[in-house]
């Protein structure tokens, strides 16, 4: 059986792989704190038919051998944490990270969760939590008669209770990050997980340390460029089509060889 059938073959199923990655990179194009990925290839083994440097006479020696390659396959697809687009929203409990960081969510398994979704909403208890529920770590708390609530570019909580004339500070943020980020494990839900490859998560207050500032009235939208993603489709379509032509070679080839006649 010819190589170039299997060799054809795993460089379909790679381009099947890239354009499903391209898709889900474009399914969120307008996901609050989306993070795009993109897909490493790796060649696979190759079989030696002739090795370089045999001596072949005295003095002499084949300068290249004969290597013949099988293909190809993903090994990684790695998340790129690059900074998103901002957008402006005025609503007091969105909120952004300029630079690096993740805010901390309580999971009710009793875990942490970490994202770069700033879109925070207060349940019945005044509590900030994420859309799906989750609250801040480490908690926050705003009183229902507060008057306005003012997010610090340091994470510094404060609210205006009625007849006081001072804001009074009641919590402050605390952001985490990761030596590797590319490496946490993706939950959906706009959550991500820490994994050996991540690191510990490192913790510290906005502003320090190599954390970025706190933003309140924006969210910070996805990184994903259209136009990027449609390129990158349109080069993953035509790689392919193009193995798919090397398969339909092969199998004229075969069938021309089945055809020979004494």
């Known amino acids: ?90 609503n007091p409990f969105d909120l952004v990270i300029e630079g690096d960081g993740f805010f901390q969510v309580l999971l009710p398994d009793g875990t942490i969760a970490y994202t770069r979704d700033g879109a925070f909403k207060r349940d019945s208890d005044g509590r900030l939590v994420t859309s799906d529920g989750f609250p801040l770590e480490p908690e926050i708390r705003i009183d229902d008669d507060a008057l306005s609530v003012n997010i610090g570019s340091d994470g510094t909580v404060s609210i205006q209770m009625p007849g006081s004339d001072h804001p009074q500070t009641v919590a402050k943020i605390q952001l985490a990050r990761f030596v590797n980020p590319a490496g946490l494990k993706s939950d959906g839900r706009n959550l991500y997980s820490a994994t050996a490859a991540s690191g510990e998560p490192i913790v510290g207050e906005p502003g320090l340390d190599g954390f970025g500032n706190i933003a309140q009235g924006y969210l910070e939208m996805s990184n994903v460029q259209v136009v990027e993603e449609m390129v990158s489709m ?29």
Do not use: C
């Open 234 to 262: 349109i080069v993953a379509q035509r790689a392919y089509e193009t193995n798919s032509k090397a398969i339909q070679a092969a199998d004229e080839m075969l069938q021309t060889a089945n055809n020979l006649r004494r």
């Open 1 to 90: 059986m010819m190589r170039a059938l299997w060799t054809a073959a795993s460089g379909m199923n790679g381009q099947q792989y890239k354009i499903d990655i391209t898709a889900n990179n474009l399914a969120n194009v307008n996901t609050t704190g989306f993070k795009k990925s993109r897909v490493d290839f790796q060649d696979l083994l190759y079989q030696t038919v002739r090795y370089a440097g045999t001596p072949v006479t005295a003095g002499a020696q084949i300068p290249t051998g004969i290597q013949v390659g099988h293909g190809v396959r993903p090994v990684a697809t790695q998340r790129l944490f690059t900074q998103g687009t901002f957008q402006q929203t005025d």
